[in-house]
Structures are given as structure tokens and as C-alpha cells.
Nanobody, 126 residues
Framework: QVQLVESGGGLVQAGDSLRLSCAFS????????MGWWRQAPGKEREFVAGISWRGGSLLYDDSVKSRFTISRDNAQNTAYLQMDNLKSEDTAVYYC???????????????????WGQGTQVTVSS
């Protein structure tokens, strides 16, 4: 059974950086496109960034483009989200997700992803 475990969240100030990690286990990592989603209090979960299995295709929500960078290390079975110049509106629980056989040719839907992590809290104070 695939398991995803996020880490790296925390409390930071506006303008700071954080790097989230997502450790993948229980399957073949390179069979999956990976994504990061987030859910702010009182809001629906929203797509943040996605990466293809090889890492050659990337997709970002407009709200994070040029500030966040998604990457993956297939040798370490880990996906990352580097978040720079954080803003208070980035405050949310961040989730890692895995999409078997997926691509990032289009903005994904939640139900494209078969597996989800438990989430890690990111709080940005202004």
C-alpha cells in the first residue's frame, strides 16, 4: 500500500522560505506523477503544483508561480515543494498526492490522485 508522509511545515514570517518534503513508500515511485495541494481554513482544497514521473513536466497554480518550485528525487522516492517569498495567504495545510500513470499536461482534479498524505501545516505571519 502506497504511503505518503509530508514534513517540513512550520510557522514562518512573510517573505521567508520553507521546503516541504513528501516521502513515498509501498510502491514504484516512478509510476506516479506527484502533486502538492493545500487547504486553508474554511476553504476547499486547491491544487498548488504538479510534476511528472520523470520531472520533465511541471505545472503551477498562478498564485504560486515564480515563488514555489516542485521537484522530485526518484532515487530517494521523495517529492519536494520549495516555497519562497511566503505570504500570509499561503497559510494552509499542505498535502502531497500521488497519481498513478498521471501527467501534468492539464490542471488536475482531486480525484485524479489515488493516494494522499496526512498533511503538514504551514503558517505565515504577516
Amino acid at each position: 500500500q502506497v504511503q505518503l508522509v509530508e514534513s517540513g511545515g512550520g510557522l514562518v514570517q512573510a517573505g521567508d522560505s520553507l521546503r516541504l518534503s513528501c516521502a513515498f513508500s509501498g510502491g514504484k515511485f516512478t509510476n506516479f506523477a506527484m502533486g502538492w495541494w493545500r487547504q486553508a481554513p474554511g476553504k476547499e482544497r486547491e491544487f498548488v503544483a504538479g510534476i511528472s514521473w520523470r520531472g520533465g513536466s511541471l505545472l503551477y497554480d498562478d498564485s504560486v508561480k515564480s515563488r514555489f518550485t516542485i521537484s522530485r528525487d526518484n532515487a530517494q522516492n521523495t517529492a519536494y515543494l520549495q516555497m519562497d517569498n511566503l505570504k500570509s495567504e499561503d497559510t494552509a495545510v499542505y498535502y502531497c498526492a500521488a497519481d498513478w500513470g498521471g501527467s501534468v499536461l492539464r490542471r488536475p482534479a482531486e480525484d485524479d490522485y489515488e493516494y494522499w498524505g496526512q498533511g503538514t501545516q504551514v503558517t505565515v505571519s504577516s
